[in-house]
């Protein structure tokens, strides 16, 4: 029971930082004039901030699961 809440949470937590790391870096595409006029279109840099956040999430929902473990 209790690893079914831990997956869970583990997988809105990746969720909630994949979508919020991509949507800022989507921002910074589209808002600051610099990046918005050199740019062309902000797809790929907002799809690699995707892969990047995704990455970064899931390492770090993996120790805070291994330490959720520990702890229970």
Do not use: E, K
């Amino acid at each position: 029971m209790l690893g079914a809440v831990g997956d869970i949470f583990s997988f809105l937590g990746v969720l909630i930082i994949t979508v919020l790391g991509t949507l800022y870096g989507y921002i910074i595409c589209t808002r600051y004039n610099n990046l918005a006029v050199a740019l062309y279109s902000p797809l790929l840099p907002t799809i690699a901030c995707f892969i990047l956040s995704a990455f970064i999430a899931v390492i770090f929902m993996s120790v805070y699961d291994m330490s959720i473990d520990t702890i229970l």
